[in-house]
């Protein structure tokens, strides 16, 4: 689950891009197995009430960034033998496309269901890999 910070300060998307392409290339000179996760959806609502109350230079990322990040990982992560990426944010989302409210404490971290959620499904998905 990488980038999602760099969106949250307003750094643009196109250097977290470069920053992901920069990061992969060390990686892939490495010998250990790293997995890559999808950014999850935030909860605009959620977000706006919890954290832009608190923290007015936070930006909130659209869903658009993130699904745009996203495809990004995939695509880098397909270049690296040593990388598998984990698709998880499906399993987040409510009907909107948004992260789901039982599954998050503040419209972006994880609550404690969010997190077992997440446990289970890398569980999973590490055993079909």
Partial sequence: MIG?????????????????????????????KIIWMSVLPVNPEIFRREILSRSPNVYLPSSEQIFDLNEHIRGISDTCPNITFFDVSDSFMDVSGNLSSEFTIDGLHLSSAGSKALAMIVGELSHEK
């Fill in 4 to 32: 999602i910070n760099n969106l949250l300060t307003g750094q643009p998307l196109d250097e977290v891009k470069e920053d992901l392409n920069s990061l992969k290339d060390v990686v892939c000179g490495q010998q250990a």
